[in-house]
């Protein structure tokens, strides 16, 4: 790796300020706006093809080649070999899920669902920290933080824990965590603060610390972390033979996922690595649904990169106006500002992207249907399966096109609202969760309470 091949620049055209790849930045110093990692491909040594990264199967007792992120290396270059932070992230799988297919309306054989759940901490983040930290190594860093409903504050905890070298700190809101997650970020050891206020609020406080104290900021605001999370999409096309499918479906909280998702089909058609992209769809939960209503309501777009920025503001002015706040059983995905916003709308045009939204039953519906299939997962990943049917059902997705969901945490990460959905009576669930309009639950697999006898086990087994 040449360090002077890799740099960052800010994504505003009109600004176009470039900075180098060792600069903590978390913004353009110049605009404001967000920052991309770029690289000077000539400068670099890089594969002819994509089948070039199967050599590294054989090379499993090479940390960097278990990875299922630095595996991939050549296609995110800025960091040398000794600097890479690793735990073997990665290692997850892409599952033909016919018996899902049939819920999401989607033909045997086309329905593939990529599950995160395997990485260290169980969710997607994983793949982006593994990056930020090696470039808090690079660049020295002794301290991080983040903002987090909860597995970004998991993902950094895990990696703080097995480098100590750099010391964590998690901003969560109050009541805005599954247990799940605020239980690794309490395991791991990591300083957690509990704040009075939304993720939003704990987002603008941690810009507002690691500003002021130097601290290095773990959120997807990071472009390094973006860096990490293109590793998904390479692996997918591995697990499909190096073959671009039709679709790739993925739930839209930070955005942080849509956007590196087109940064790394960006880049594999500038090297020649691929020949055409996926469409993309996002898939906002209907209580947090700030991408859907600007992009299909507002008409916002990428605009080659001279995004509407009045447009966004008085989106945001009128939804404080109206003291409207993300609320969504998928917690994961409950922001009602997300900090990626401009990278997605560059992905959505590049992929001939769509924004769909899904209600939380419908969320809770399809993630008891995944779980049928064999891949448990948190709510707000069964948006994707979700958002895959009702657009089957617009007749936006073909039945026939290959479809690939993304499944971004584990079943365990949110256990709360998975238990709700099967124990409770169709009353006590729309008591339960009237705010968030679940009314019933169509898919509930409810045990069964029998006497301790056998001939009432035998009935009970036999019904």
Known sequence: MKTE???QKCIRPTCGAEFAVRETLFACPKCGDLLDVKYRWDKLD?????????RRWAERRDPL?????WRFRELLPF?????????????TILQTADRVAEYAKIRPGRFHLQYEGLNPSGSFKDNGMTAAFTHARLVGARRAACASTGNTSASMAVYAAANPAISGLVFVGSGKIAYGKLSQALDYGVR????????????????????????YLMNSVNPFRLEGQKAIMFRVLEALNWEVPDWIVV?????????????????????????????????????ADTLYRLVNDEGLRWNGGAVDDAKIDRFYAAMDAAG???KTLASAIEINRPVNLKKCLRALDLMCGVVERVTDQEILDAKAQVGRGGLGCEPASAASVAGTRKLVERGLIDPAERVVCILTGHLLKDPTATVAYHTKTDAELAETYAPYGVRAAAFANRPIVVEDNMDAIIKAMEE
Do not use: H
């Open 5 to 7: 091949a890799a740099y």
């Open 46 to 54: 890089r594969p002819t093809n994509l089948a070039w990264f199967e």
């Open 65 to 69: 080649a278990l990875s299922g992120v």
């Open 79 to 91: 960091a040398g070999r000794d600097e890479i932070i690793t735990l073997g992230e990665g290692q």
């Open 192 to 215: 957690t603060l509990q704040l009075v206020g939304d993720f939003d609020a704990c987002m603008a406080r941690v810009k507002e610390v690691a500003a002021r104290f130097g601290i």
């Open 251 to 287: 739930p839209g909280g930070n955005l942080g996922n849509s956007s590196s998702f087109g940064k790394a089909f960006a880049e594999l058609l500038e090297l020649g690595l691929i020949k055409k992209v996926p469409r993309l769809a996002v898939i906002n939960a209907a209580g």
């Open 324 to 326: 409207r706040r993300a």
